[in-house]
């Protein structure tokens, strides 16, 4: 079946290094790509996501890459900061058909002071 | 906070019980889903529904059950057939919109523990 596999399940970095999660999706037919994160004991939430007509996307400290030959995307967070300290969802679907979102395992981003 | 409410907060069962989660959102959006997120295992969905009076089995719905009376409004029970039910459990709604931002916002969560 459809699957997203998520690396590393946990990530420690010093403070102001960059941190990098990684995603491998199953269904070609995938073309939406969203990140959430969920701080301790609070909601997922969107920070930033990417369809497949587009290679990369920037926001400030995050950017998303997205390579449809290999089925890979990545999130990129540069100058790490205590509030990054969270788990990260990659996520891939449809989007003309978005019912069904299939997330990743999440990986724990711990930021070191 | 999104619009997207989940109550109560905290739930405790005894085994051998039924238990609902309300999940109500104000931001008329056509779908709503249910997740469950256990330590290390991100978030598996139980059942998602796209409009009114329709819902579909997600990966794990097999002792869980769902209706979707009002577009507002798609509460889970937890049934006694449910082996392990013991989570954190997570309602999400979205648009629908082809081609549109299908975001899913998520609710605050219940943590449901079977005692």
């Known amino acids: 079946g459809e699957n997203v596999e998520q690396h590393p399940s946990t990530l420690s970095v010093q403070e102001g290094d960059s941190a990098v999660i990684k995603c491998t999706y199953s269904d070609s037919a995938s073309n939406y790509f969203p990140w959430y994160k969920q701080e301790l004991g609070k909601r997922p939430q969107l920070i930033i996501d990417?369809?497949?007509?587009?290679g990369e996307k920037k926001d400030q400290r995050i950017a998303v890459t997205l390579n449809k030959t290999a089925k890979h995307f990545s999130l990129h967070i540069t100058e790490t900061q205590p509030e990054d300290s969270a788990v990260y969802f990659c996520?891939?679907?449809?989007?003309?058909?978005?019912?069904?979102?299939?997330f990743g395992s999440g990986t724990r981003l711990s930021i070191r002071p | 906070d999104g619009g997207i409410t989940q109550s109560p907060k905290y739930l405790f069962r005894k085994e051998g019980q039924n238990v609902t989660l309300s999940c109500e959102q104000n931001?008329?959006?056509?779908?709503m889903y249910w997740y469950r997120q256990d330590p290390g295992q991100g978030l598996r969905l139980i059942y998602y529904s796209q409009i009114v009076n329709d819902f579909q089995k997600g990966d794990i719905a097999e002792g869980y059950s769902v209706s979707r009376e009002k577009k507002e409004s798609f509460p889970l029970t937890v049934t006694s057939a449910q082996k392990n039910p013991t989570a954190f459990y997570l309602c999400?709604?979205?648009?629908?919109?082809?081609?549109?931002?299908?975001?899913?916002?998520f609710g605050p969560g219940t943590r449901l523990t079977v005692l």
């Open positions: 990417i369809r497949s007509n587009v």
């Open positions: 931001l008329n959006h056509d779908a």
């Open positions: 999400a709604s979205s648009t629908l919109l082809a081609g549109g931002n299908n975001e899913q916002f």
């Open positions: 996520a891939a679907s449809r989007y003309s058909s978005a019912s069904k979102i299939i």
